[in-house]
């Protein structure tokens, strides 16, 4: 009772209902839209259909990585150098792996600020949501086998320390890309960032495919075989955009293709081959002792691919490719590190897009 002396009076009252004929003599224009940053859609336009049944597609990726039988992961059988070594491993997919959920958020804003077509907005949710995962069961696995891991742990051992070297290499180049990543974004238009996209994701299909068939780890072989079917996906997603804008694309455009493409090349070598150092800041003793910390993760049943595996398998992925550019007039550049012929090109090794 005491409550309703205490409530203020409305500002205004009226003694009848407003007449919409009169409000809207009265009515004030509102600010022009100019701004092509507000991010609200303005419209929810399909113009690539297969976009959208990717899209409900992978609604339910069908997967957790919280399901899987993480308890299975035998580490009383492995050595302390094996339990390094694989969690190294995971370190190194991170760069390209785990760096994938803040990448295709980025991407996804972008889509919002220059009002793409709903699809694409649609798809780097997907993809984000499973990148998500995918950089969960690389956060699953270190820190399993290197508690507070990658870097909050003191290594026991030479291999591990040595290991843990490598790691903060790494980790300084991932922070490089992810600076020209942000640049990268904002500068190409969405046609070539999807043609940078669909290598990365050329990369990982293939990538995974080969970790799973030849992991015999169960939880991660089952782990493998999860993430390579939503990266199949995503290349998926990229080819039904591709298919579209391709043929519609400016000469110009095809060239930073091209370009960009050799720069994806150089950055994926990173885990697909071996990272070449026209990007790649590393010291001398990197490659040797990832050699060696590969042998041993390999030892432990990780589906490593040795040197020359390794090269040919980046070469048919990248051969497939070319199969997929070329006939829409797009040059391949020349990648004389795994013996594919094709266009000299300089690139900007400040701003490399593709990832997982
Ligand atoms: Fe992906
Ligand atoms: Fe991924």
């Given at each position: 009772m005491t409550a309703q002396k205490d409530l203020a009076s409305p500002p205004q009252k009226y003694d009848s209902m407003p007449d919409p004929q009169k409000l809207l003599l009265e009515c004030e224009e509102a600010p022009?839209?100019?701004?092509?940053?507000?991010?609200?859609?303005f419209d929810w336009r399909v113009e690539t259909p297969r976009l959208m049944e990717v899209y409900e597609s992978s609604?339910?990726?069908?997967?957790?990585?919280?399901?899987?039988?993480?308890?299975?992961?035998?580490?009383?059988?492995?050595?302390l150098d094996q339990r390094y070594a694989i969690a190294y491993w995971f370190t190194l997919l991170s760069v390209f792996d785990a760096s994938g959920p803040a990448v295709f958020a980025r991407a996804m804003i972008h889509a919002y600020e220059t009002h793409e077509e709903d699809a694409i907005r649609k798809c780097f949710l997907s993809v984000t949501r499973d990148e998500m995962n995918h950089e969960e069961v690389c956060g699953r696995v270190i820190t399993a086998l290197t508690p507070n891991g990658p870097l909050g742990y003191e290594p026991q051992t030479e291999l591990g320390r040595l290991a843990r070297n490598n790691i903060e290499w790494l980790y300084h180049n991932g922070a490089r890309y992810w600076n020209g990543y942000k640049v990268a974004v904002e500068h190409y238009p969405m046609p070539i960032l999807f043609s940078s996209f669909l290598f990365g994701e050329v990369a990982s299909s293939t990538l995974f495919h080969s970790m799973y068939e030849r992991t015999t780890i169960p939880v991660l072989k089952e782990a493998f075989r999860n993430i390579g079917r939503d990266e199949g996906r995503h290349l998926s997603f990229c080819l039904a955009l591709l298919k579209e804008v391709l043929p519609k694309m400016s000469e110009e455009e095809k060239n930073t293709v091209t370009k960009q493409f050799r720069a994806g090349f150089i950055f994926l070598s990173?885990?697909?081959?071996e990272p070449p150092s026209e990007f790649w800041q590393l010291p001398p003793t990197f490659l040797p002792a990832q050699r060696m910390i590969e042998e041993v993760a390999r030892s432990a049943g990780l589906g490593i691919m040795d040197l020359e595996e390794r090269k040919a398998n980046w070469r048919t992925a990248v051969v497939r490719l070319k199969t997929i550019v070329e006939p829409h007039g797009v040059k391949f550049p020349a990648l004389p590190e795994i013996d594919v012929d094709g266009e000299d090109v300089d690139f900007d090794c400040d701003k490399i897009v593709p990832i997982f």
């Open positions: 022009k839209i100019t701004d092509r940053l507000n991010i609200f859609p609604r339910d990726p069908g997967w957790s990585p919280s399901q899987l039988p993480w308890d299975t992961l035998d580490m009383e059988g492995m050595t990173g885990i697909l081959f």
